[in-house]
């Protein structure tokens, strides 16, 4: 493989990756309960505020955890 086949399959693969991060970040506002979970820590005093998506992130994990596992089983 040549040096631009490479960079061209690089490119195609980092730009699929950013389109659906960029579909991933549209959807997200519209699925009720994400960001608003019990365990998410939100601190305001004022005109500061404080927030820290813990359960959040702990439930995007095992999902994506879980999906990615899938895809390499699937690939293997």
Known sequence: MT??????R???VVGGITFLLGL???VAG?????GRLPGDIV?????FSFYFPLAT???ISIVLTIVLNLVF???R
């Open 10 to 12: 690089l490119l195609l």
């Open 3 to 8: 040096g631009l086949e490479w960079l061209g």
């Open 73 to 75: 089983r699937f690939f």
């Open 57 to 59: 992130g702990i439930l």
């Open 30 to 34: 519209r699925v009720p309960l994400i």
């Open 24 to 26: 991933v970040l549209l």
């Open 43 to 47: 601190f305001q005093r004022g005109s």
